[in-house]
Every structure is written in C-alpha cells, then in structure tokens.
C-alpha cells in the first residue's frame, strides 16, 4: 500500500497490512487448492430425452434422442450408457455399456456420437412389440446413476389394402347395424303407436 506509507512516512504500516494480506492470499490459495488433490470434482450431467412421446407405424425407423450435457467434463467418452424399455410385462434391458444386448436383434442400437454427447437410440423396421416407455441411464466414473425422463413410444398397425377394407367393412357394420335398431325399435313402437293414436282419437271423440 504505497499510499498509506506516504500518508504515514513514521510508521510502517504498509509494511505490515502488505505481509498480512501476502499470509492470507496464501492460507486462501492452500485451502482452495486441497480439496481439489484430496477428491474430484463432482460430475454434474444432464440427460435430456427428447420429445416425451413418439408415434410411429409398424415397419418405420424411429430415433429416440437422448443428449448428455456435462460443463465441467466436455470430454464424455468414459461414460457407460444403458437404455431400458419399460412395458405391462416390467423392465427390459436394450443396451448396456453403449452395446445392445438383445440375441439375434440387430434392429436396435445406439446411433450417436457418445463424445459429442448424442447416445440416441434407433430402432429398424418397428413393430408392435417395441411400444413402451424407453429411458436412457448413464453410469458417471464415479459410479452415480443418471437417467432421462423417458420417451413412450406408441406404434400404430400399418393397414394394407385388407385393412382399409376392413375397417371401411367395420365402419359399414357399425352403420348398419346403427339402422337396424333403428328399423327393429320402428317395427316394435309402431303397433304401440298406433293404440296410442286410436286411444287418443277415441278419447277425443268422447
């Protein structure tokens, strides 16, 4: 402090508030510096599942998009991904250790760039089977879990010539048998109404 001591040429007080705060500058540098030798630093990731729903038809190729996003570490290619399907019969393992572990499936496997944080999921040729709700979870170093919130996937049945027929033959079904109750409920009201007429006509003469 140059200008306390130019203040106070008799004293040396700059001498000693400069040495205090060189003691202090140095007791702040080794308390910041060892907890950073003694543990790493915590991983904090972000794992984004994106859209929440997806719909597609029997036979299509759907991406299910999952982005890993970590500030601290920009470098995620240690990182172990996982995704699992979730349906009325429990949970089901696709992929571990960034592989899938499905025998004889060569439908379903990772498509990203695990080092740019892409560890979407593509799944071939779908069918009804895959409908479910499928999450990605990622294993840090450090062994803490991770996981997306989910993507329900829902797969419609492609329809075919056949099944445009049916479903126009279903539709028709549907009409008709909407007119025949209406015909059989005329058939059975109109004996009914016709006494209901002549008791009325009857009445009325009376």
Not at 48 to 60: D, I, L, V
Not at 79 to 97: F, I, P, R, S, T
């Amino acid at each position: 402090h140059p200008q306390l001591s130019s203040l106070f040429p008799g004293t040396d007080v700059g001498v000693t508030d400069g040495g205090a705060n060189k003691e202090n500058a140095a007791d702040v540098n080794h308390v910041t510096a060892q907890p950073l030798l003694l543990t790493p630093e915590p991983w904090n990731l972000l794992v984004t599942q994106t859209p929440a729903k997806e719909k597609a038809k029997e036979g299509e190729t759907v991406v299910l998009n999952c982005h890993l996003n970590s500030p601290q570490h920009p470098s995620l290619t240690d990182l172990m991904v996982k995704w699992y399907k979730e349906d009325e019969k429990g949970q089901m393992y696709l992929l571990k250790k960034n592989v899938t572990i499905l025998p004889n499936n060569s439908r379903i496997f990772m498509s990203g760039d695990l080092s740019q944080g892409d560890v979407s999921l593509i799944i071939l040729n779908v069918t009804t089977s895959d409908h479910g709700i499928y999450f990605c979870e990622v294993t840090l170093p450090d062994g803490k879990v991770v996981t997306g919130d989910g993507t329900k996937l829902r797969i419609r049945r492609a329809l075919g010539l056949f099944g445009i027929e049916e479903s126009i033959g279903t539709i028709i079904g549907v009409v008709a048998a909407g007119i025949g109750g209406i015909v059989v409920l005329i058939i059975v009201l109109t004996p009914q109404l016709r006494r209901c007429l002549l008791c009325m006509r009857q009445e009325s003469h009376q």
